[in-house]
């Protein structure tokens, strides 16, 4: 039994990936840069609005949500869009091959 297997096209599609996902991770880096100094200078607000006595801060349930979200991604089986990136694994392989490179210099 011979499985068609063209080394053109998987080097095309692990390419095309490669590329995507080197853009993709580019900028995914530098979103999530923008959104941690967001999210870092919203914490500063809030710590000195609460010294300043104008606001006051739940720090136990603002840190209980990040305790559920982490305790809810342990656990479960795989989601159903898992079995099409394995069927997939091509073009995904280079894709996150060039989202770890475009992520690392971004």
Known sequence: MQVGIDP???????????LIGGIIGFAAKKVAKLLAIIVG?????FKFLESR??????WEKLSAGILKTGEA?????PPSWVATLLSTLS????????FMVGFKKG
Not at 73 to 77: E, K, L, P
Not at 91 to 98: P, Q
Request: net charge negative; glycine share 28%.
């Open 91 to 98: 073009i995904s392989g280079g894709f996150a091959g060039g």
């Open 53 to 58: 006595g104008i606001m006051s801060v739940d």
């Open 41 to 45: 200078l919203e914490l500063a607000l």
């Open 8 to 18: 053109q096209q998987l080097g095309l599609e692990f390419g095309s990936g490669a």
């Open 73 to 77: 991604a342990q656990g479960g089986a």
